[in-house]
């Protein structure tokens, strides 16, 4: 077994766990997945030929996307191609934003694909921006339980609503925030 | 906002998705129907003669064509629900309706006499079809937009454009219990003209509804 599929595997292992409930796998899925969702997409930015300053935004766009499409993983099925599509298609979208061509060569492997990690120094992503178009209560939701890692009991104590209510405007934050990154002009 | 901030809310949000084919998807796909049966009921009706035109091969070609069509693509559609899949090649599949349209076009043209070719294509209601087909289509056709919305099609428009390509086949399906215009030619025209209008229509819809 190559070095390659085992890193799948694993992501396969731990996508399958978390789809079973298991919320610290889903963490650890995200937090390998990111890496090897960046040097795909730096690779694809490169050839593309636009401002690398939109690098983080894919990747974010990208995990937003394996997020809100997950049950579209069939889990008798290698999740490689799976990962390669979904970062494919958000870079075929970028790609058209800036008038290129929409065809895209992509490795839809990770074969040498190390895992890169976030820069410290990149400039504000667009996710900020786009956070103003979301409802202000999804907005203060979304930036509670993202940025300042306050659990959804939390939110639901300081903000006076129930949790199940809490639950339903995050996903609903994150949806519209997806929606808000497709309608991004470049 | 960076990416391991988001990381976090990801986690937390344990929503569970709607599966791809759940009682959601029934219930949309039966009230599509409904939709057609409706119109057709209301504003059409199966043909009079309905006992002896089904005996007749060229009546026979409708439903064969419309099948032909349908079947294939449908199952397209539901091929193209996940990302990782590739719709393009897989339209050769086309080929399947072309040569039964081109079959029924030749024995259209070899059991009836030349003086009729014309008449036959022009048909008696062909406006009558082109409204019908899209009408019968639209039900069917929401509903398996609504599947596909669900779903992560790797190109949007080209899976709306089957969908609706598929569904204007149903349509035809339905519409050739009332159709009166029996010419394999007319077929070939009107049927493939309003089973193009329905393709339009998909994959405009595919356009703005279909991307994730």
């Known amino acids: 077994m190559t070095a390659f599929d085992e890193q799948t595997n694993a992501l396969g292992v731990l996508l399958q766990r978390a789809n079973a409930g298991d919320a610290a796998c889903y963490r650890q899925f995200l937090e390998r ?11 694809g930015i490169g050839r593309i030929g636009t401002p690398m300053a939109d690098l983080e935004d894919a990747v974010q766009e990208t995990l937003l996307a394996v997020h809100l499409k997950r049950h579209t993983w069939r889990e008798d099925q290698p999740i490689g191609p799976w990962i390669g599509a979904i970062t494919r298609y958000k870079l075929i979208d970028l790609a058209r934003k800036y008038g290129r061509r929409k065809e895209i060569e992509l490795d839809e492997t990770f074969e040498m ?33 993202s940025i300042k890692g306050v659990s959804i009991r939390e939110v639901a104590g300081t903000m006076k ?9 995050l996903h609903r934050g994150l949806k ?4 808000a990154y497709r309608r991004v002009e470049r | 906002m960076k990416t391991s901030d988001l990381i976090n809310a990801l986690v937390e949000d344990q929503a569970v998705n709607e ?15 409904a939709v057609s049966v409706a119109i057709f009921a209301a504003f059409l009706g199966v043909r009079a003669d309905i006992a002896n035109a089904i005996i007749d091969p060229h009546v026979q070609f ?26 393009v090649p897989m ?21 009836s006499p030349s003086d009729y070719w014309v008449s036959g294509m022009v048909g008696r209601y062909p406006s009558a079809c ?7 289509a639209i039900g069917p056709l929401l509903a398996i937009l609504a599947m596909l919305r669900n779903g992560a099609p790797a190109q949007p428009v080209v899976s709306g454009a089957i969908a609706g390509a598929g569904s204007g086949g149903l349509a035809a399906f339905i519409y050739a219990l009332h159709c009166p215009d029996d010419s394999a030619l007319f077929v070939a025209l009107w049927y493939s003209l309003a089973i193009g209008i329905v393709s339009v229509i998909g994959g405009l819809l595919g356009r703005y509804w279909l991307k994730w």
């Open chain 1, 161 to 169: 609503m129930t949790e199940g209510a809490v639950r339903v405007a």
């Open chain 2, 19 to 33: 599966p791809l084919f759940g009682p959601t998807l029934v219930v949309w796909l039966a009230m599509g129907l």
């Open chain 2, 130 to 136: 082109l409204r019908s087909i899209p009408a019968l």
């Open chain 2, 62 to 87: 409708k439903f064969i064509f419309a099948a032909s069509l349908f079947v294939p693509l449908l199952a397209l559609t539901v091929y193209g629900l996940w990302p990782e899949r590739e719709l």
């Open chain 1, 176 to 179: 519209a925030l997806a929606e």
């Open chain 1, 113 to 145: 694909a190390a895992p890169e990690p976030e820069e410290s120094s990149l400039p504000e992503h667009e996710m900020n921006r786009l956070l103003e178009s979301v409802s202000e209560m999804q907005r203060l939701i979304v930036q509670s339980i």
């Open chain 1, 33 to 43: 997945l990111a890496p090897l969702v960046r040097t795909m997409a730096r690779r």
């Open chain 2, 91 to 111: 339209l050769r599949w086309l080929a399947l309706p072309m040569v039964v349209l081109v079959s029924g076009m030749a024995f259209q043209l070899l059991t």
